[in-house]
Every structure is written in C-alpha cells, then in structure tokens.
C-alpha cells in the first residue's frame, strides 16, 4: 500500500472508530442507571431484609409474633413495644453510656495508634522490629484466653462495674497500630525532611505534616473503631453487673430470657440500637464511600 492510500485511509479509520465510540457512548446514555445496578439491587434487597424484618417485628402485637406459622407482614401495627422500651426500661441511659464508650474509643484510637503507628513507621529504637511483632501477634490470640487475667487486672484497679471497664480495652488496639504504620510507610519521607528542614521538630511535622494527609487511614480507623465498640458485647457482659453502667447491647439482653423472650420489646431496642449506625451513615455516605475506596487504593 502507498504511502499516499495510508494517508488517505487515517482520517477514514479515525472517523470509524469516533463514529463508534459515539454510537457506544449514546447506547449508554440509554440507560439512566449503571447495568451493575441490575446485580446489585437484589443483593442490598437481600441485606435489607433482616432489617425489614425486625422493624415489623418490632411493630407488630405479641399474639401474632408467637403464631405459628409466622407472617412476614403483620396484619395489625402497635407502637406498645417502643412505649414499654422507654417506660420500663433505661435505654435512654444505656444509649449514653454507649456513646461516651464509642466516642471515648475513636478519639483514643485516633490518638494513640497514630502515634504508635508513626513511632514504628519512622522512629529508629532498639527493639522497634520486635516490638511490633509482639503487638500484631496479640492479634492472634484469643480473646477468650485473655478474659480472666484481663477480669482479675481490672477487679484490683477496681474498673469492674463501672463504665470504664468497656472503656479501657477500647483505648487502643495492635490493628490500629498496624493500620496507621503501614500508611504511615506509604507516605514519601521527603515530606517530613522538608519540614524538618523549614524548622520543625518531630511532632510538629506529625501534627502539621502527616496527619492532614492521613485522613483517609484515620476514618477508616474511627469507623471500624465505631463499629467494634458499639456492637460489643461478650467483655461487657463479664465485667459489668451494675445495671447503671450498662452498654446498650447489654441492657438490651434483660429482654431475652433461657425461658421466655419478648420479641416485641428485644426488636424495638434493636431497632433503637441501629438506628443511630444507619442515620450516620446515611449522613457521611460519601465520606464513607470516600474512605473505603482511598484505603483499598493504598492497600
């Protein structure tokens, strides 16, 4: 083929292929949806159904919560289940309690793993390697054999309870650490060598430097720490007997007995105990979405 047929020929295969891309392009603008959502609209059906469920539960009257065989859709609705949640029981005060366990643990976390991941990610110590090894192989035992020598340290610093007894084990954790060390392993020395160089000491360039581009690995730390601390439930239940230090999970297991359980007022504490999570997720959807897809990226 001559050289002048090539020339000829460009254009003619340039505007083939825009033509296509256009043509594509106009297909998919057909759709006013990605064709995922195709997929992904029957799998979050089939995670919303159990919440589904326990709101219905929770509305619906006793009679038909123990009929045999049950009905998914109740055929009356009564708020008497929401109405004995906050007459006969504290869950106002049990959803306090929580709060202050779960905001007391974020911010802790924030702190102290951020400054422990740094120290191991940048700091030069004997015993730095082994150290960490020690902390990240806690994560491998557990945690039931850590309950009685964790009950008996807590009972001689008399914690147990008291509220501070779920607040204590939250206060940081070797995942944390591990999460903000290997961020902290990501982000170019360079950085801090320039501020270290414009006059900063070392927790200047933490505060100053570092931390702002730590963002994402900090929110994904204070969501899981969210997360684990306010569904806790098992050391609660070893430490805490004192009925005005319990968590919202533990207060809510005085309504489910080895006899007799009371549906009725065990999914209306549910739904209150949940409800918070999907109200702040609702609000922070993007932040959170964010979050999760710059800590996969760096992962």
Known sequence: MSTETQVLDTPLRNGVVTASRADGAVRRRRWPFSPWHLLLLPVSLLFLLPFVEMFLTSVEPASEINRFPPSFIPTQFTLSGYARLFADSDILHWLLNTVIVSASAIVSHLVLCSLAGYGFARLRFPGRTFGFLAILATIMIPSQLLMIPTYVMFARLHL????????????????????????????????????????????????????????????????????????????????????????????????????????????????????????????????????????????
């Open 160 to 299: 147990v309870d008291h509220l501070g007894a779920a607040i204590v084990p939250w206060l940081a954790s070797a995942f944390g650490i591990f999460l903000m060390r290997q961020f902290f392993l990501s982000l170019p020395a360079e950085l801090e060598e320039a501020g270290m160089i414009d006059g900063c000491n070392r927790l200047q360039v933490f505060f100053r430097i570092v931390l702002p581009l730590a963002r994402p690995a900090l929110a994904t730390l204070a969501i899981f720490t969210l997360l684990g601390s306010w569904n806790d439930l098992v050391w609660p239940l070893v430490a805490i007997n004192n009925d005005h230090a319990f968590t919202l999970q533990l207060g809510l297991t005085n309504f489910q007995g080895s006899r007799r359980t009371d549906w009725s007022l065990l999914m209306a504490g549910n739904v209150v105990a949940t409800l918070p999570l999907i109200l702040l997720f609702l609000v922070a959807q993007k932040q959170f979405v964010a979050t999760m897809a710059s800590a996969g990226l760096k992962g």
